[in-house]
């Protein structure tokens, strides 16, 4: 079984087990919730999360697998591969080593000035799941 490291930011990570009544199987309370403001300018794209892991020899997960599960009304949200430098916690050996990831980019329609927001499903190759919530601003 390989060891794994995970970029956690500052979205923290909350483990936990899942749990079954009945035989229906209820939401995993695993599943992190969180909820990002972010500042954007009018009609430009912008990279506003990558997102990585790695194992402990450093090499880059190959599987996190992004969805938008709710789309802006106001722009568009582009899943794309991406590369980046990696930063985790407790000065591991992977920090500062480039590696690749997946970006999540935003660009409003152009001239739209206000708010937008859209929702994010991420599923991690060790079976956490991340929801995230993002408030736009567009400027």
């Known amino acids: ?8 930011s ?7 087990s899942a749990s079954a009544d009945e035989g229906s199987v209820k939401e995993p309370e695993a599943l992190l919730k969180k909820v990002a403001t972010r500042y954007v300018p009018s009609g430009i794209a912008r990279t506003l999360w990558f997102l990585y892991g790695a194992h402990v020899d450093c090499s880059a997960w190959d599987s996190i697998e992004v969805r938008t599960i709710k ?5 568009t949200v582009e899943i794309a591969p991406g590369e980046g430098f990696g930063q985790f916690a407790n000065g591991s050996k992977c920090n500062g080593k480039k590696m690749s990831g997946v970006n999540v980019n935003y660009k409003s329609s152009g001239g739209y000035l206000g708010p937008d927001e859209f ?3 991420v599923l991690w190759p060790n079976g956490f799941a991340w929801e995230m919530h993002f408030n736009m601003l567009v400027r």
């Open 1 to 8: 079984m390989k060891k794994f490291l995970l970029a956690l």
């Open 119 to 121: 929702d994010l499903l």
């Open 10 to 16: 500052v979205f923290g990570l909350l483990l936990s």
């Open 71 to 75: 789309e802006p009304e106001h722009g």
